[in-house]
């Protein structure tokens, strides 16, 4: 039998100062102890923090004991959770939503990445991301979307010939950035090659709907997956299991995509993505998305139901052992060719108790911060130029960070 749970009224917690000593604590792990730990979770399981029997815990009033523990209220695989399965354990998304450029604050929590990046680092990053406008703007010749309906009327032979008139001007723009410094040219190449197979995806796209077959969830996380290697990201598509001990019940996930990289020993995720295949049936409602250039107006449940919000959560809290920034998981919500960036940020304290007690059900506090948000941004369309323009810098950013150690960005000294 199913627990259906009715939302109590928000309640917020305030940890007292033995709390917060367990969380100034906990943040002072020393950065080997931290490896260790995120090299057994990444291999499927995540860590279970000791507790004295003293030690405090916030109490949560109006849930019995039975009620916490009882697994039939927490599905064990995120992929059936709700956006109330996130809330019971004090996670919420943010009320709306955040730039990008807010993202690159992810440098101040984890192992390696650095911003802004200074110096010749920051002409490679320019570069890269300035060739790769000129390279993707020639996307706008394809008149058709690949997210229309599938019809036997598609323009196969002229959509095709598009394609690869545009691979004939990126091998012209390939020529031109051999003039450039020899050391951006290597990662320019690196790129190139991942250009000109995203056109080809595109291509068997295209036949595809020539055929009248209908485009499926596994052809967007594919070409998603290859829109995300130009930017020098590692993609992992065959993913491995993840695990949480909840309470007394032990919950998993299976994300979509994954991204990685080596800091430089483990493995990291660097992000986490979740596909969803009809979030938004309606076509006008699509429309409107796509022309809200207004961020602060933009609230999550407009485009994503409480369905994939759930799963999603899910996801992002299980891969906090496995993430490259401490404390925070970063993640992606793919909707056709739109997506949304992601991520939850959660104190060591929110995630101990979790894991003790099954059940929080209101918003932590932790030293006068919030603890268990999501923030994200609006939805951006990669087909769309304006879109892609708006992301490149932060994508970029972070696949050069997610290269293997010899070619990753050095800091600068000052």
């Known amino acids: 039998m199913r627990c259906f749970l009715i939302p109590e009224m928000e309640r917020v917690y305030t940890s007292t100062d033995e709390e917060s000593s367990c969380v100034d604590e906990q943040a002072s792990e020393s950065v080997t102890d931290i490896h260790k730990r995120a090299s057994k979770d990444f291999h499927g399981t995540s860590s279970k923090r000791s507790r004295s029997p003293g030690s405090d815990t916030p109490s949560v009033s109006g849930h019995s004991k039975k009620k916490r523990n009882d697994p039939r209220c927490l599905p064990p695989s995120v992929s059936s959770w709700t956006r109330h399965c996130a809330e019971r354990l004090g996670i919420f998304f943010n009320e709306k939503a955040s730039e990008i450029?807010?993202?690159?604050?992810?440098?101040?929590?984890?192992y390696a990445f650095e911003y802004p990046l200074k110096g010749g680092n920051k002409t490679l990053l320019d570069t890269l991301v300035n060739v790769t406008k000129?390279?993707?703007?020639?996307?706008?010749?394809?008149?058709?979307?690949?997210?229309?309906?599938?019809?036997?009327?598609?323009?196969?032979?002229e959509e095709s010939a598009r394609c690869q008139e545009i691979l004939a001007d990126l091998h012209d723009i390939a020529e031109k950035d051999e003039d450039s410094d020899i050391h951006i040219v290597q990662y320019l190449r690196r790129s190139h090659y991942k250009v000109e197979e995203f056109f080809m995806q595109l291509q068997k796209l295209y036949l595809k709907r020539k055929d009248g077959k209908k485009l499926a969830e596994s052809d967007f996380t594919e070409l998603l997956a290859g829109f995300t290697r130009i930017f020098l990201l590692n993609v992992e598509e065959v993913i491995s299991k993840r695990t949480l001990k909840i309470g007394n019940s032990t919950v998993s996930s299976v994300p979509d995509l994954c991204f990685w990289a080596q800091f430089p020993f483990p493995l990291y995720s660097v992000a986490v993505v979740a596909v969803a295949e009809a979030v938004i049936p309606d076509t006008v409602k699509l429309d409107e998305m796509k022309?809200?250039?207004?961020?602060?107006?933009?609230?999550?449940?407009?485009?994503?139901?409480?369905?994939?919000?759930?799963?999603?959560?899910?996801?992002?809290?299980?891969?906090?052992?496995?993430?490259?920034?401490?404390n925070v998981a970063l993640g992606i919500i793919c909707m056709r060719t739109m997506i949304i960036f992601t991520y939850l940020e959660i104190s060591p304290k929110h995630l101990a108790l979790i894991e003790e007690k099954g059940d929080v059900d209101c918003r932590l506090q932790i030293n006068g911060k919030r603890s268990g948000t999501i923030y994200y941004t609006r939805p951006y369309d990669y087909m769309v130029e304006k879109d892609r323009c708006e992301i490149l810098e932060f994508l970029f950013w972070l696949g050069l960070h997610s290269l293997p150690l010899d070619y990753r960005p050095k800091p600068v000294k000052e």
């Open 101 to 110: 450029t807010d993202f690159f604050a992810l440098s101040e929590k984890s």
């Open 134 to 157: 000129e390279k993707m703007c020639k996307a706008r010749k394809l008149s058709w979307s690949i997210t229309e309906g599938a019809t036997q009327g598609f323009p196969f032979l």
């Open 291 to 326: 022309q809200a250039d207004e961020h602060d107006i933009f609230e999550i449940s407009m485009a994503v139901g409480n369905k994939v919000l759930g799963q999603h959560a899910g996801e992002l809290l299980l891969e906090v052992g496995n993430s490259a920034f401490r």
